[in-house]
């Protein structure tokens, strides 16, 4: 919502009520917007014309949220998601492209069971953190070298209806700790709303932090308990951490 004026929205953005409160948590994004009037704008610009469907082609509609951490749990290792129950009717605006959390977002675990195994989910802090107010001079692993949003189709990535679209009104940001995911064709992971994904074969789309775009491979980046740290995982990991000191091999994955 915060890249409205940016993109030639910013007659819809002066139309929400953004709150100054103090509280850390803030209203719900629907409370900005009582009558949900303007969430349902379609904003092409979000779309990514090889991912056509819209919350009625989805099984559950729109995503409510999803949270890469949470204030209420810190040292968390799991995302959060909420919706609104089965509600394909609720057509609201999407986006096929988010910011990137990091691995899974600021404050989370230290020691993963379900990663690396023990792997320092916080060491792999991204750009877009919830509330986070970085500036560019705050990647200090290079703008160039680091994750700044990336593409998604918020669902089944292959047989069956996807879950769910991404509204643009609430869906900021995402973990790469899952790894990324296909969104079509063959492949042996299936990818759900809390993967990066596309439509696009073996890749994902990613922005990075210079403004340049490129694409990221797919590869075996779902293996999230590697032997060797310089596997595929790891180095998406190292790719949407900002801070993380860690070199990678850039040919690896991407261009």
């Known amino acids: 919502m915060q890249l409205l ?23 719900s994004w629907w409370t900005l917007n009582p009558d949900w009037s303007l969430s349902y704008t379609k904003i092409k610009k979000f779309w990514c014309p090889s991912e056509g469907s819209s919350a009625s082609q989805t099984v559950n509609g729109p995503a409510a949220c999803i949270i890469p951490n949470t204030f209420d749990s810190p040292g968390t290792n799991a995302l959060t998601l909420g919706y609104f129950g089965a509600r394909p009717d609720l057509d609201l605006g999407k986006t096929n492209y988010v910011g990137v959390a990091g691995a899974l977002g600021e404050g989370v675990s230290t020691s993963s069971a379900s990663d690396g195994p023990g792997v320092n989910l916080q060491k792999y802090v991204g750009i877009y953190t919830n509330r986070s107010k970085n500036k560019t001079a705050a990647i200090a692993d290079g703008s160039s070298n680091t994750l700044a949003f990336g593409e998604g189709i918020g669902g089944l990535a292959q047989g069956g209806q996807k879950d769910f679209i ?5 869906v900021g940001s995402l973990g790469t700790k899952f790894g990324l995911a296909p969104g079509g064709g063959a492949g042996a992971t299936n990818g759900g709303w809390n993967y990066f994904s596309s439509r696009h074969s073996q890749i994902v789309n990613f922005a990075f932090g210079d403004g340049s775009v490129r694409s990221v491979r797919i590869g075996a ?12 995982w790891y180095v998406l990991q190292q790719m949407s951490g900002m801070q993380d000191g860690e070199v990678y091999d850039s040919g690896k994955l991407s261009n």
């Not at 980046?221 to 310089?230: D, K, L, S």
């Open 5 to 27: 004026p940016y993109v030639e929205e910013d007659n819809l953005y002066k139309q929400l009520s953004i709150s100054k409160s103090p509280d850390v948590k803030g209203p």
């Open 166 to 170: 991404w509204p643009w009104m609430s």
């Open 221 to 232: 980046t779902g293996v999230r308990n590697p032997t060797t740290a310089g596997s595929d």
